[in-house]
Nanobody, 134 residues
Framework: QLQLVESGGGLVQPGGSLRLSCVAS????????IGWFRQAPGKEREGVSC????????NYADSVKGRFTISKDNAKNTVYLQMNGLKLEDTAVYYC???????????????????????????WGQGTQVTVSS
């Protein structure tokens, strides 16, 4: 069974940093785009960032541009989300999700707006809590 496991969440003060990790098991990230999503209490899940299977294309929500950086390490089958300059409104459960790249079909990271409905991931992780609080 394909599996995604997130880690790295925690409690941080405003302006602080965290790095989230998403480790893929039993499938090769060379063939999958990976997206990071988040869901705050009482709000819909939203896309935060995305990286293509090749790693050549990335996308960010306007709310995190310039503060968050997505990257991948194929050797470790892991995608990272470096989050700097964290704000109170970044508090949420963060999920990573994978979508298999299909030839001649638009990739997940090209979809806008960045939502689960438009990006349609195939697999989800269980989530990791990020809390920004003073």
């Amino acid at each position: 069974q394909l599996q995604l496991v997130e880690s790295g969440g925690g409690l941080v003060q405003p302006g602080g940093s965290l790095r989230l990790s998403c480790v893929a098991s039993r499938f090769n990230l060379d063939f999958y785009s990976i997206g990071w999503f988040r869901q705050a209490p009482g709000k819909e899940r939203e896309g935060v960032s995305c990286i293509s299977s090749s790693g050549n294309r990335t996308n960010y929500a306007d709310s995190v541009k310039g503060r968050f950086t997505i990257s991948k390490d194929n050797a470790k089958n892991t995608v990272y989300l470096q989050m700097n300059g964290l704000k109170l409104e970044d508090t949420a459960v963060y999920y990573c999700a994978a979508k298999r790249r299909i030839r001649n079909v638009r990739g997940m990271c090209t979809m806008t707006p960045m939502t689960p409905m438009t990006m349609k991931p195939d697999y989800w992780g269980q989530g990791t809590q990020v809390t920004v609080s003073s």
